[in-house]
């Protein structure tokens, strides 16, 4: 197979960074198709750390194109800072592309979004406050600045001063917020602007022809379904599609060209920010959960809110995404739990509900309706292949692939490379 989507199928942070690392080992090319610098990244190389943001899962590989595409919200502040860091770690950085469409993140999309989610109160998203949704509200209200006119010198500083003089005025309307300044941000883009220029390019046309020769092509989903603007816990979701067809819109790449699809599936469950969780665990097993599994934000460093695997909704992601693979994460975080449980289906006012509900109100009212699995207490993370895991993990993971309808592609046992079991051999 050739084109391969990795995508995650909760709230985030599953480990498609980890994932996206050891398929990327078969990969030409790595591609970023929406999300922005909200995205967290983890991928861990003989126990070196890279916490990746806007920087595709494929850098750390020489010679792999790394691309950024054009549904990617780009902040080049955070990805200059990305790409000094790997390059003071000896990371080649000659495979970056990025799409002269991605539209361009600006100081006023952060602040705005800082003060915007504290403005609306007890109804707060919690968002990362990286600028994306109002970047992408420019983008949709036919006002945002793209990559291509940042490169331009003539044509950024018309559009800042356009958009400037706006933002101003609802800063000043909306919060009481002093201007920002005009020059500062000009200064400060155009020096972005001369140090990415080598690395934009048309990246549709580039992916479409890497498709049509055949080349191996991964494209690494952030966030995940239950985050997705239309099919995620909205209101409290991000605002991009990181649904494999959001790679349609994001990337320039026909639903027709893609192989495979892989859905990342942690072990358990975790949400960062507000919003519906049912099965979340407030709790001692929850405070084990995110003690065991070091459970705090990449990107805002604020605690995860932790839970048991909800089956249902990795059920409702591998049916909107396609998923052709589950690959499970995590799994050794569990390995010390007497008791394991996973939530196969939702009741509601005493009815079992077929579907994940539209409704927040009803989703918060649902009550899991659980299956307890005994613990299978011995460490996993030597366990090389699908035949070492302890009966017990086998089942627990069997009756994944039973409840979700989706097949077992990956086992993932540690954060490292080769702390990976591949059960699929056909996903590249
Ligand atoms: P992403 O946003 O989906 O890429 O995930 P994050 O990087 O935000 O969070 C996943 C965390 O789990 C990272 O710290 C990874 O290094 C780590 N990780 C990934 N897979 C495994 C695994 O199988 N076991 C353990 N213990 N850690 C893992
Ligand atoms: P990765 O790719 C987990 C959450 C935020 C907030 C909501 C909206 O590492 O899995 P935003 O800043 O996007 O407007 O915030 O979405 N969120 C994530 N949660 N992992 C992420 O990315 C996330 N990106 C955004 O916490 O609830
Ligand atoms: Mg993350």
Not at 19 to 35: C, K, N, S, T
Not at 129 to 141: Q, S
Not at 278 to 304: C, F, M, S, W
Not at 331 to 357: A, Q
């Amino acid at each position: 197979m050739a084109t391969v989507v990795v995508t995650g199928t909760q709230w985030g942070d599953e480990g498609k960074g980890k994932i996206v690392d050891y398929l990327a080992q078969q990969a030409d090319v790595v591609v970023r198709f929406q999300g922005g610098s909200n995205a967290g990244h983890t991928v861990t190389v003989d126990g070196e750390e890279y916490k990746l943001r806007l920087m595709p899962s494929g850098i750390l590989y020489k010679g792999s194109l790394c691309v950024v595409g054009n549904g990617v919200a780009f902040d080049p502040m955070i990805m200059l800072e990305e790409m000094d860091g790997l390059a003071a770690r000896g990371i080649d950085l000659s495979g970056i592309r990025i799409s002269n469409r991605a539209h361009v993140v600006l100081p006023y999309h952060r602040l705005m979004d800082g003060i915007g989610d504290e403005a609306r109160g007890k109804g707060k998203i919690g968002t990362t406050k990286r600028g994306i949704g109002p970047c992408y509200m420019d983008r949709d209200n036919r006002i945002g600045i793209r990559v291509c006119d940042l490169i331009d010198k003539e044509e950024f500083a018309k559009r800042l001063k356009e958009n400037l003089a706006l933002k101003n005025k609802e800063l000043k309307a909306l919060y009481d917020h002093e201007p920002l300044d005009y020059d500062e941000i000009l200064k400060e883009y155009e020096g972005y602007a001369d140090r990415l220029r080598p690395y934009v390019c048309d990246t549709i046309a580039l992916l479409n022809e890497e498709v049509a020769a055949g080349k191996k092509i991964l494209f690494e989903g952030a966030q995940a379904t239950m985050l997705d603007i239309d099919y995620g816990t909205y209101p409290y979701v991000t605002a991009s599609h990181p649904i494999s067809g959001g790679v349609a819109v994001g990337a320039g790449v026909a639903p027709k060209k893609i192989d495979k699809v892989v859905g990342i599936v942690k072990a358990y469950c975790t949400r960062v920010g507000e919003g519906p969780f049912p099965t979340e665990q407030l709790n001692a097993i929850g405070d084990k959960i995110r003690e065991e599994g070091h459970e705090y934000g990449v990107v805002t460093k604020r605690p995860r809110r932790t839970g048991w695997l909800d089956a249902c909704v990795v059920r409702y992601a591998g049916l909107i995404s396609g998923i052709d693979y589950m690959a499970v994460t995590r799994l050794d975080i569990l390995d010390s739990f007497d008791e394991i449980k996973m939530c196969v289906g939702y009741k509601y006012k005493g009815e079992l509900l077929k579907e994940i509900p539209a409704s927040l109100k009803v989703l918060a009212q649902v009550e899991p309706v659980y299956e307890t699995f005994p613990g299978w207490k011995t460490s996993i993370t030597k366990c090389r292949s699908y035949e070492e895991l302890p009966e017990k993990a086998k089942a627990y993971l069997t009756r994944m692939a039973e409840v979700t309808g989706i097949a077992l592609g990956i086992v993932s046992v540690g954060p490292n490379r080769d702390e990976t079991i591949v059960v699929a051999k056909d996903i590249f």
